[in-house]
């Protein structure tokens, strides 16, 4: 689903033309250009399509949607935060997009119960080359995914919390041999999903266990991966539902598989019609990431939320 289909970004973009900015660019909206349209629903050709009484019919969340692209939503469950992934213009190439000074990782928070303006999660010093996305946020530790200068193709990155700030950003790779793609922790467990050998096609989702400190060789969830796309896993912090994309139809959609008697269960649609990445805040209000479509051309994307029932 991501803009910069990270997943497959393993080109490196030293060498790329111009020159990294001196400083972050401030104004999010502002960087978006004047020809960009923004999409209303009320335009939107593929609109998600709920398959669960569950949940109120999905609509945009406005907090953070703009005529740019924001994805990747994440909500930690820990935090009253919201992270999303925003690019001011899709049809800019990813080489031209590390320039802009805008596009990577950015945060709300919530206070007194009203989210705030989003800002701009910086992991990167002044004038060096970095895309970032992929986020995974848990307590004062932050995992991306990020291509930056310095280093050949894609890494996983780690930073930690200092105040409101990440410092001490390095790069923190998994086994070469995982193939770890976008990925979710809860307690001593990696979910993530990959195309490495041993699956049924295309991505599957692998759960790998922590022993001291030490992350063991991954096991494929068969029951809920298929031979095409299954990826983008979220976990519950009670670990009892997980939560996925797969191709459904001939575009993404959500599903759940539920754990009974610790085993996970053959997985159920919940939302259709290019919706993915899902993720959850404490009320259990369901956020995800919609792409608008016309005549096969991506437009836009946003971030949707189906709120409980």
Same mark, same amino acid.
């Given at each position: 689903?991501?803009?910069?289909?990270?997943?497959?970004?393993?080109?490196?973009?030293?060498?790329? *033309?111009?020159?990294?900015?001196?400083?972050?660019?401030? =104004?999010?909206?502002?960087?978006?250009?004047?020809?960009?349209?923004?999409?209303?629903?009320?335009?939107?050709?593929?609109?998600?399509?709920?398959?669960? !009484? $569950?949940? $109120?019919?999905?609509?945009?969340?406005?907090?953070?949607?703009?005529?740019?692209?924001?994805?990747?939503?994440?909500?930690?469950?820990?935090?009253?935060?919201?992270?999303?992934?925003?690019?001011?213009?899709?049809?800019?190439?990813?080489?031209?997009?590390?320039?802009?000074? *805008?596009?990577?990782?950015?945060?709300?928070?919530?206070?007194?119960?009203?989210?705030? $303006?989003?800002?701009?999660?910086?992991?990167?010093?002044?004038?060096?080359?970095?895309?970032?996305?992929?986020?995974?946020?848990?307590? !004062?530790?932050?995992?991306?995914?990020?291509?930056?200068?310095?280093?050949?193709?894609?890494?996983?990155?780690?930073? =930690?919390?200092?105040?409101?700030?990440?410092?001490?950003?390095?790069?923190?790779?998994?086994?070469?041999?995982?193939?770890?793609?976008?990925?979710?922790?809860?307690?001593?467990?990696?979910?993530?999903?990959?195309?490495? !050998?041993?699956?049924?096609?295309?991505?599957?989702?692998?759960?790998?266990?922590?022993?001291?400190?030490?992350?063991?060789?991954?096991?494929?969830?068969?029951? *809920?991966?298929?031979?095409?796309?299954?990826?983008?896993?979220?976990?519950?912090?009670?670990?009892?539902?997980?939560?996925?994309?797969?191709?459904?139809?001939?575009?993404?959609?959500?599903?759940?598989?539920?754990?009974?008697?610790?085993?996970?269960?053959?997985?159920?649609?919940?939302?259709?019609?290019?919706?993915?990445?899902?993720?959850?805040?404490?009320?259990?209000?369901?956020?995800?990431?919609?792409?608008?479509?016309?005549?096969?051309?991506?437009?836009?994307?946003?971030i949707y939320v189906a709120y409980k029932k």
């Amino acid at each position: 689903m991501r803009l910069l289909l990270f997943g497959i970004l393993i080109f490196l973009f030293i060498g790329c *033309v111009g020159e990294a900015p001196s400083e972050p660019a401030k =104004d999010r909206l502002g960087s978006i250009p004047d020809n960009v349209v923004k999409v209303t629903p009320e335009m939107d050709k593929y609109p998600p399509v709920l398959h669960s !009484d $569950e949940f $109120e019919e999905p609509v945009p969340f406005d907090a953070v949607n703009s005529a740019g692209a924001e994805d990747s939503p994440f909500i930690p469950a820990d935090r009253d935060e919201f992270y999303f992934f925003f690019t001011p213009d899709v049809k800019v190439p990813v080489e031209k997009q590390i320039l802009d000074g *805008v596009t990577g990782i950015w945060v709300l928070r919530m206070e007194n119960g009203i989210w705030q $303006e989003p800002e701009r999660v910086v992991l990167q010093d002044h004038g060096k080359l970095s895309l970032d996305g992929c986020e995974f946020v848990h307590g !004062d530790m932050i995992l991306f995914c990020t291509a930056r200068e310095g280093y050949t193709g894609l890494h996983w990155g780690r930073a =930690d919390r200092d105040g409101e700030k990440w410092k001490n950003w390095r790069i923190d790779d998994f086994p070469e041999e995982y193939e770890v793609g976008e990925l979710h922790i809860v307690g001593d467990e990696l979910y993530y999903h990959s195309g490495k !050998d041993g699956g049924k096609g295309g991505y599957d989702i692998w759960v790998s266990k922590n022993v001291d400190g030490a992350w063991q060789e991954p096991e494929n969830i068969e029951v *809920v991966n298929t031979g095409e796309t299954d990826g983008w896993p979220y976990v519950t912090p009670d670990r009892n539902e997980l939560w996925f994309t797969r191709t459904h139809m001939g575009s993404p959609g959500i599903f759940r598989s539920e754990k009974v008697g610790g085993k996970w269960q053959e997985p159920e649609l919940i939302i259709s019609q290019f919706a993915g990445e899902p993720t959850f805040d404490k009320e259990g209000n369901l956020y995800f990431v919609h792409h608008y479509y016309d005549d096969g051309e991506m437009l836009e994307a946003d971030i949707y939320v189906a709120y409980k029932k």
